[in-house]
C-alpha cells in the first residue's frame, strides 16, 4: 500500500538557490513544450509526444542553442516530469476531459520539483531531515512525521513545492497492509450545506469554520492587506514612487494570510472527518454534489467554495478506505431535503429558505437533519 506524506522542510539558502532553480526550469520546459506542439499544429505537423519531445530537447535544439544548456544544470528526472504533465495535459484535453493546457505562470502556478529514488543512498529519511537528490540532507520541522528508512519504510518517489514562501516536501511510501477492524455500528448519513458544514444522522453536527471568530479575524485582516496591495499597484499605474520590493513583500503577506485560512480550514475537516470515522459505522453516505454548477451562482459561489466539499469527499473517502468503511454516494437529483422521513412523501415546493421541514403527516424536524436520515436510508446508491 502506498501512502503519502506532506511536511514543510527548512532548506539552507544554497537549497532554496537550487528548488527554485529547478521549479523555474520545469516551468519554462513544459510552458516551451506547450508552445511547440501549438506552433507544429499551426504548420499543419504531426503532434510531438512526450518523449519524443525530451529526446529532440536533448539531443537537437539544446546542442544546436547553447544559450539554454542552463536547462541541464537542473535534476534531469524533474524536467522529465514537466514533459510528463504537458503530455498528460494534452491527452486529458484529446480525449475531451479537460480543457487546452495553460501555460504557468510565475508565482501563480503550482510547480513542483519531482524526484524519484535511483539508488539505496537517495530518498533516504531520518526523523529530523530528509535525503532529496541534488539538495543532499534537508531539515524537516516536524520531526518524526515521516516513518523514517530505519524502520525498513522506503521512499519510491516525491516532490518539493513552494507555498507563501515556505518550502514543501511531499513523498510517497510503500506501507504494508494494515488488516484494519470490521466496523459493526450503525450506517450513518452525512448531509452537507453552506449554514452547516455536515449534518450528521446520528444528531451531530458540525458547524461552518467560516463563522468562528479565528477566520473571521483573519479575513479581516486580509481585506486589509488586500487594499494595501491594490494601492501599491495603483501608485505604481500613476508613476509615483513604489518599489517593486516594497509590492513584493506586502504580495508575500496577503500570500501567507490565504495560506493560514486555507490551513485551518484543511484542519478543521481533518479533525471532524477523524471524529466521524471513530464511531465506526458500518457504512457513511453522501450526495453527489454538483459543486461546479453550485460555483455559477454569483451570490453563494465564495461561500461554497470556502466550505471544500471536493477536500471534504477525497478525504473521507481516504479514512474509509483505511478503517474498512463502505462510503455510499447517491445521485445528486436525489431528493434528500424535499423527502418525509416519515412517511416517504416528496415535498416539491420546498424552498431553500425553509429551514425546518414541516409534513401534511405531522413530521416536523430540521431541514438537513431530515435530509441525513434520508441519505443514511437510501436504497439506490453507488459504493465509492
Same mark, same amino acid.
Given at each position: 500500500?502506498?501512502?503519502?506524506?506532506?511536511?514543510?522542510?527548512?532548506?539552507?539558502?544554497?537549497?532554496?538557490?537550487?528548488?527554485?532553480?529547478?521549479?523555474?526550469?520545469?516551468?519554462?520546459?513544459?510552458?516551451?513544450?506547450?508552445?511547440?506542439?501549438?506552433?507544429?499544429?499551426?504548420?499543419?505537423?504531426?503532434?510531438?509526444?512526450?518523449?519524443?519531445?525530451?529526446?529532440?530537447?536533448?539531443?537537437?535544439?539544446?546542442?544546436?542553442?547553447?544559450?539554454?544548456?542552463?536547462?541541464?544544470?537542473?535534476?534531469?528526472?524533474?524536467?522529465?516530469?514537466?514533459?510528463?504533465?504537458?503530455?498528460?495535459?494534452?491527452?486529458?484535453?484529446?480525449?475531451?476531459?479537460?480543457?487546452?493546457?495553460?501555460?504557468?505562470?510565475?508565482?501563480?502556478?503550482?510547480?513542483?520539483?519531482?524526484?524519484?529514488?535511483?539508488?539505496?543512498?537517495?530518498?533516504?529519511?531520518?526523523?529530523?531531515?530528509?535525503?532529496?537528490?541534488?539538495?543532499?540532507?534537508?531539515?524537516?520541522?516536524?520531526?518524526?512525521?515521516?516513518?523514517?528508512?530505519?524502520?525498513?519504510?522506503?521512499?519510491?518517489?516525491?516532490?518539493?513545492?513552494?507555498?507563501?514562501?515556505?518550502?514543501?516536501?511531499?513523498?510517497?511510501?510503500?506501507?504494508?497492509?494494515?488488516?484494519?477492524?470490521?466496523?459493526?455500528?450503525?450506517?450513518?448519513?452525512?448531509?452537507?450545506?453552506?449554514?452547516?458544514?455536515?449534518?450528521?444522522?446520528?444528531?451531530?453536527?458540525?458547524?461552518?469554520?467560516?463563522?468562528?471568530?479565528?477566520?473571521? +479575524?483573519?479575513?479581516?485582516?486580509?481585506?486589509?492587506?488586500?487594499?494595501?496591495?491594490?494601492?501599491?499597484?495603483?501608485?505604481?499605474?500613476?508613476?509615483?514612487?513604489? +518599489?517593486?520590493?516594497?509590492?513584493? +513583500?506586502?504580495?508575500?503577506?496577503?500570500?501567507?494570510?490565504?495560506?493560514?485560512?486555507?490551513?485551518?480550514?484543511?484542519?478543521?475537516?481533518?479533525?471532524?472527518?477523524?471524529?466521524?470515522?471513530?464511531?465506526?459505522?458500518?457504512?457513511?453516505?453522501?450526495?453527489?454534489?454538483?459543486?461546479?454548477?453550485?460555483?455559477?451562482?454569483?451570490?453563494?459561489?465564495?461561500?461554497?467554495?470556502?466550505?471544500?466539499?471536493?477536500?471534504?469527499?477525497?478525504?473521507? +473517502?481516504?479514512?474509509?478506505?483505511?478503517?474498512?468503511?463502505?462510503?455510499?454516494?447517491?445521485?445528486?437529483?436525489?431528493?434528500?431535503?424535499?423527502?418525509?422521513?416519515?412517511?416517504?412523501?416528496?415535498?416539491?415546493?420546498?424552498?431553500?429558505?425553509?429551514?425546518?421541514?414541516?409534513?401534511?403527516?405531522?413530521?416536523?424536524?430540521?431541514?438537513?437533519?431530515?435530509?441525513?436520515?434520508?441519505?443514511?436510508?437510501?436504497?439506490?446508491?453507488?459504493?465509492?
Amino acid at each position: 500500500m502506498l501512502r503519502s506524506y506532506k511536511t514543510e522542510i527548512d532548506p539552507t539558502p544554497e537549497q532554496k538557490n537550487k528548488i527554485n532553480r529547478t521549479i523555474g526550469t520545469c516551468r519554462f520546459v513544459y510552458n516551451f513544450y506547450l508552445a511547440y506542439n501549438k506552433e507544429l499544429h499551426e504548420r499543419g505537423e504531426k503532434f510531438m509526444t512526450g518523449k519524443r519531445f525530451s529526446v529532440w530537447l536533448n539531443n537537437e535544439y539544446i546542442p544546436t542553442h547553447p544559450d539554454n544548456k542552463w536547462i541541464k544544470e537542473v535534476y534531469s528526472k524533474a524536467v522529465k516530469k514537466s514533459i510528463e504533465d504537458g503530455s498528460i495535459a494534452f491527452t486529458r484535453f484529446f480525449k475531451h476531459q479537460s480543457r487546452f493546457p495553460k501555460f504557468k505562470k510565475k508565482g501563480k502556478s503550482d510547480v513542483k520539483m519531482y524526484f524519484v529514488r535511483n539508488n539505496p543512498k537517495d530518498c533516504t529519511c531520518e526523523r529530523h531531515r530528509v535525503n532529496i537528490p541534488t539538495l543532499g540532507w534537508v531539515k524537516l520541522k516536524e520531526k518524526g512525521y515521516i516513518p523514517t528508512t530505519k524502520d525498513g519504510y522506503q521512499i519510491r518517489s516525491g516532490s518539493v513545492s513552494i507555498k507563501a514562501g515556505r518550502y514543501y516536501v511531499s513523498v510517497l511510501i510503500e506501507m504494508p497492509d494494515i488488516e484494519s477492524e470490521k466496523a459493526i455500528g450503525e450506517g450513518i448519513g452525512i448531509d452537507l450545506g453552506l449554514k452547516d458544514l455536515a449534518t450528521v444522522s446520528n444528531g451531530k453536527t458540525y458547524k461552518n469554520i467560516n463563522k468562528t471568530s479565528r477566520v473571521k +479575524k483573519l479575513e479581516k485582516q486580509l481585506r486589509r492587506e488586500q487594499r494595501c496591495l491594490s494601492r501599491k499597484y495603483d501608485n505604481l499605474k500613476k508613476g509615483e514612487p513604489s +518599489k517593486r520590493s516594497n509590492i513584493y +513583500k506586502q504580495k508575500l503577506k496577503v500570500q501567507k494570510l490565504h495560506h493560514r485560512i486555507e490551513s485551518v480550514r484543511s484542519d478543521y475537516i481533518n479533525k471532524k472527518i477523524a471524529e466521524i470515522v471513530k464511531t465506526k459505522p458500518s457504512y457513511i453516505t453522501i450526495e453527489d454534489l454538483n459543486v461546479t454548477g453550485m460555483m455559477k451562482n454569483r451570490h453563494l459561489s465564495k461561500a461554497i467554495a470556502s466550505q471544500k466539499f471536493y477536500e471534504f469527499r477525497a478525504k473521507l +473517502k481516504d479514512k474509509c478506505r483505511r478503517n474498512d468503511i463502505e462510503l455510499r454516494v447517491v445521485d445528486q437529483w436525489y431528493p434528500s431535503s424535499k423527502t418525509c422521513h416519515c412517511c416517504g412523501q416528496v415535498k416539491k415546493d420546498l424552498k431553500l429558505s425553509d429551514r425546518i421541514f414541516r409534513c401534511a403527516c405531522g413530521y416536523t424536524a430540521d431541514r438537513d437533519y431530515n435530509a441525513s436520515l434520508n441519505l443514511r436510508d437510501a436504497k439506490t446508491y453507488e459504493v465509492a
